[in-house]
T-cell receptor, first 115, second 112 residues
Framework: GENVEQHPSTLSVQEGDSAVIKCTYSDSASNYFPWYKQELGKGPQLIIDIRSNVGEKKDQRIAVTLNKTAKHFSLHITETQPEDSAVYFC??????????????FGKGTKLSVKP | DAGITQSPRHKVTETGTPVTLRCHQTENHRYMYWYRQDPGHGLRLIHYSYGVKDTDKGEVSDGYSVSRSKTEDFLLTLESATSSQTSVYFCATALKEEFEQFFGPGTRLTVL
């Protein structure tokens, strides 16, 4: 079945530095790749998503890149701030079969931004 | 934020007892999902619904059942709770598949 690998599992950066989180997926038919941020004690919240017909998408300090050939996508956060500290999850949609459209999540990256 | 509530927010129960978790939404979203979140495993799909009375199994469905009799409500039942079902359970909703999923605040379940 579909598998999503996420690296690193923990990431510590200085405030103002950039952070990059990478994910690979196994299903070549996946079409939808969202990124979620989860703060302590809360449910995940979508921060950015990308579809298979787009290679890059930006929203202020956050960007996502997608390489369909290599089956990997990455989250880039620039000018990190302490409030960016959280757990980040990537996900990929299942591309075929009865579960088509459902999401498979990576195991998460705990980002710590030091002031 | 989408109006998604989960009840109860915390529950402690004993092995072998039945448990029902409730997810309620006010967004009229067609799709609803139940996930469990465990350290080192991320979010794993238990069951999902694509309409009233239309449900299907996810990745980790053994020991769980669901029901959706109204658009607003999606119930997750553990027929006979086991310690391996100790987890944080999240409900999510979406307008369409492969669209943004909105998550509820979660239910922390402890099975002793």
């Amino acid at each position: 079945g579909e598998n999503v690998e996420q690296h690193p599992s923990t990431l510590s950066v200085q405030e103002g530095d950039s952070a990059v989180i990478k994910c690979t997926y196994s299903d070549s038919a996946s079409n939808y790749f969202p990124w979620y941020k989860q703060e302590l004690g809360k449910g995940p919240q979508l921060i950015i998503d990308i579809r298979s017909n787009v290679g890059e998408k930006k929203d202020q300090r956050i960007a996502v890149t997608l390489n369909k050939t290599a089956k990997h996508f990455s989250l880039h956060i620039t000018e990190t701030q302490p409030e960016d500290s959280a757990v980040y999850f990537c996900a990929a949609s299942i591309g075929y079969g009865g579960s088509q459209g459902n999401l498979i999540f990576g195991k998460g990256t705990k980002l710590s931004v030091k002031p | 934020d989408a109006g998604i509530t989960q009840s109860p927010r915390h529950k402690v129960t004993e092995t072998g007892t039945p448990v029902t978790l409730r997810c309620h939404q006010t967004e009229n979203h067609r799709y609803m999902y139940w996930y469990r979140q465990d350290p080192g495993h991320g979010l794993r799909l238990i069951h999902y619904s694509y309409g009233v009375k239309d449900t299907d199994k996810g990745e980790v469905s053994d020991g769980y059942s669901v029901s959706r009799s109204k658009t607003e409500d999606f119930l997750l039942t553990l027929e006979s709770a086991t310690s391996s079902q100790t987890s944080v359970y999240f409900c999510a909703t979406a307008l369409k598949e492969e669209f943004e999923q909105f998550f509820g605040p979660g239910t922390r379940l402890t099975v002793l």
